[in-house]
């Protein structure tokens, strides 16, 4: 979010530094694992479906300014039980927004893609204009673009603290201060130790993901990304390209962590490979083969899993965009223009109540009396 965030800030006309405690791309963040989906049809609030819409033509636009493959289109199948609420959910606002959309029953789904062996009483949603994202393509192509427009990033600089200096702010690392006459903060999972007087609720949570050996009706020529709502768990996976093997994730799974400690990484042949096993046995059995890889990474959840993007309550020269929760990658592009827009004091195309951080108030009164 950072770097769609000065990319369009720089476009828009303002002198932009960029603060980064690492190298991006690195693996202290949300963005690594090589892949994102990008999928349109949401359930919960609308804003969600209205920003995916802007995201894509977002996405087409920096494909044309990088000159680079960003988006795969390879579809989205989302499967769950037969008349689930959160599926007709889903397929309505879908409708909704026109998106091309299209059902498939069990058989349906089998015929189409013979990997996914579903019992009776599933069926999907397919999201033929959806895909997914290569995300480190992602993050070069912000980061050169945000320079020919003048940003300037600096790495190794983890900010320690900020303060107001009367008419703008002052930025302190460990090496340097830096002054300012507006912030933007993305710290993700570092949000509520450097949002200063307030402390957004957003919790550091160790993910997994998975790379097995699956033959080649799993490549993405012939098969779709794909959610997958079972008993077991939410899982979500990416087709295999070039031999990488199909990838699979557990989105409701994970363990509360301290961003700043290190990060336990994979454990193969341990629970972080039985649990995303236990689906491909399942449901998708010819894709249950060697693990070529794994990695771990951090979510940055709210208690609702929707995002922040606000004004800090205390000054409103600073823009706070934070608890993606493991589903904002694929909006990055909008919410960059989003933070460029609140920032420059230009209209706003969502209404953003979802994302307000007053949202959570209760929860802070509650520690203040705690």
């Known amino acids: ?38 999928r349109y049809a949401y359930t919960g609030d609308l804003v969600y479906n209205a920003m995916a819409v802007r995201a894509h033509e977002l996405w087409s636009q920096l494909e044309r300014e990088s000159s680079s493959t960003l988006l795969i289109p390879s579809g989205v199948l989302n ?4 008349h689930d609420p959160l599926a007709e959910e889903k397929w309505n606002n879908a409708l909704a927004f026109n998106l091309s959309v299209e059902r498939l029953s069990t058989m349906g789904i089998k015929h189409r893609w013979p990997g996914f062996h579903l019992p009776k009483g599933y069926s999907g949603i ?26 300037r990033l600096v790495t190794g600089a983890k900010v320690l603290h900020w303060e107001s200096s009367g008419s703008g702010y002052i930025v302190h690392t460990a090496a340097e201060k830096y002054e300012a006459d507006q912030l933007v903060i993305t ?72 961003p700043s400690a ?19 046995h399942k449901y998708i059995p010819e894709a249950n083969g060697r ?39 694929k909006f990055a592009s909008a919410v960059g223009e989003l933070i460029s827009n609140l920032v420059n004091g230009d209209s706003i195309r969502y209404n953003l109540s979802a994302f307000r951080l007053d949202r959570f108030q209760h929860l802070q009164d509650h520690e203040a009396t705690t």
């Open 262 to 280: 290190p990060l336990l990484p994979f454990q193969s042949g341990g629970e972080d490979e039985e649990i995303l096993r236990q689906a491909l």
């Open 291 to 329: 693990l070529i890889r794994g990695a771990a990474c951090k979510y940055e959840n709210t208690p609702d899993e929707d995002f922040i993007i606000d004004y800090h309550p205390d000054h409103k020269g600073v823009v706070l965009a934070c608890g993606f929760s493991g589903h904002g990658f």
């Open 126 to 151: 397919l999201e033929r204009r959806a895909g997914y994202l290569l995300t480190e393509p992602v993050l070069h192509a912000y980061k050169g673009l945000a320079e020919r427009h003048g940003a």
């Open 79 to 82: 499967i769950s039980p037969d």
């Open 187 to 258: 710290t993700g999972a570092w949000a509520s130790e450097t949002a200063e007087s307030v402390k957004p609720p957003v919790a550091a949570v160790r993910q997994v993901i998975g790379w097995f050996e699956a033959p080649e009706l799993f490549d993405v020529s012939q098969f779709p990304g794909f959610t997958l709502d079972t008993e077991n768990g939410l899982y979500y996976g990416f087709p295999s390209k070039d031999g990488s093997g199909l990838k699979i994730g557990r989105h409701d799974w994970g363990t509360d962590i301290d």
């Open 1 to 38: 979010m950072g770097l769609s965030s000065g990319y369009y800030l720089a476009k828009s006309g303002k002198s932009v530094l960029m603060l980064d405690a690492y190298e991006p791309p690195h693996t202290q963040g949300s963005h690594h694992g090589d892949t994102r989906l990008f």
